[in-house]
């Protein structure tokens, strides 16, 4: 009998845009400049045809992340990009019908990866003023749920947890048996982690990336850090050889590059003052304190600003409605200063 399965086939997914190549990318907050040319250049001269005709080995890369975040290789699983860890733990850790408790907005791949595997998204919005008090978290907590997912910093909000408020709620989570992820694909640009907390814990876990600080979205790899036992039973989930050998050795080779990590972050922080500074003379209202994405409290049309951005200033931005009392509003990735220096400039021109 044929079988189709009906979560994966009413599933709601978004499109990317195509030949984003063309634009300056401010909307999914990648790095729109790159990594050093000739880093590039010397990393590929590294790769040989064996490099490629065979299968990726792994342990070289294992240990070198394992010492860079401090933990033992043990407590690793590598994946294709956060996203592909975060479907295994929701796969690992939480059954059909099971319910998974996050924060409204946040990354839109919880809600649908819960669709996706028939599970119940349970939300805890943002109150008017665009603030995550843990108590509201804490009310939603209930003993059916199976796992909590908080974002630290949280995308698109930019809020972050305090390490006391996290001890609160993962207090409560083990009280009432519920499995915690920990997204921390911001961290470098935020530079606190709760790490400490899943190394020798089953049920917590913390998800990393390459693809933001890192400048390597485009080779699709990232981690999760949780205890032997937990990071053994999301390895078994990985299809053979799951990570590309390419991707393991540039991201490698950044770790091995700590002045370009250095000046990324440095580059960053002076874009993205920039940035600020310029909303404060423009009078504009902003928000996101942490990460590398800003709202923008457009004074005029955010849709109409969005396209034209595209259409007129090749500038890639986006739009989100529903952000409290800021109602639809401008989120912008924030970037080296010639980068927030051409957004600006069509703002200026733009938003009037
Ligand atoms: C909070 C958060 N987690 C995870 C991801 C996924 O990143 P990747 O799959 O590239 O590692 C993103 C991407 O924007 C994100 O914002």
């Excluded at 190549?21 to 790159?34: A, I, Q, T, V």
Aim: glycine content about 6%; proline content about 4%.
């Amino acid at each position: 009998m044929y079988y189709i399965n009906e979560n994966a086939r009413d599933l709601l997914r978004i499109g990317y845009h195509v030949n984003r190549r063309d634009f300056l990318r401010l909307d999914l907050n990648e790095n729109p400049g790159g990594l050093p040319e000739e880093f590039i250049r010397n990393v590929l001269s590294e790769i040989d045809p064996c490099f490629i005709s065979e299968y990726p080995e792994m342990e070289e890369f294992i240990d070198t992340l394992a010492d860079f975040v401090g933990v033992e290789p043990s407590n690793l699983c590598i994946v294709n990009g956060s996203s592909e860890g975060i479907r295994h733990i929701i796969e690992a850790f939480t059954a059909p019908g099971g319910k998974i408790l996050g924060v409204t907005p946040s990354y839109a791949m919880f809600e649908v990866y819960s669709k996706m595997y028939g599970r119940n998204f349970i939300s805890v919005n943002y109150t008017e003023d665009l603030m995550m008090p843990i108590e509201n978290i804490l009310e939603k907590m209930t003993p059916d749920i199976q796992l909590m997912i908080l974002v630290n910093p949280n995308n698109p909000m930019g809020n972050a947890y305090t390490e006391d408020e996290f001890r609160t709620l993962l207090a409560k989570a083990k009280e009432m048996e519920i499995t915690v992820l920990v997204d921390e694909a911001y961290h470098y640009f935020y530079p606190d982690t709760f790490i400490k907390y899943a190394v020798n814990d089953d049920h917590v876990l913390i998800s990393r990336t390459f693809s933001k600080l890192f400048s390597l979205a485009g080779l699709r790899l990232g981690c999760v850090i949780g205890s032997p036992s937990s990071a053994k039973v999301l390895n078994n989930l990985c299809t053979p050889h799951n990570v590309n050998a390419v991707s393991m050795l540039f991201a490698r080779k950044m770790m091995e590059s700590p002045e370009i990590v250095h000046q990324l972050i440095d580059k960053h922080r002076e874009g993205r003052v920039f940035l600020q500074n310029w909303l404060i003379e423009h009078g504009y209202e902003f928000r996101g304190e942490n990460g590398n994405f800003i709202f923008i409290r457009q004074k005029t049309d955010a849709d109409r600003i969005v396209e034209r951005m595209e259409t007129e200033k090749k500038i890639l931005i986006k739009s989100y409605d529903g952000i409290g009392k800021f109602g639809k509003c401008l989120r912008v990735s924030t970037a080296e200063r010639k980068f927030m220096e051409q957004f600006v400039e069509a703002l200026e021109e733009l938003d009037k």
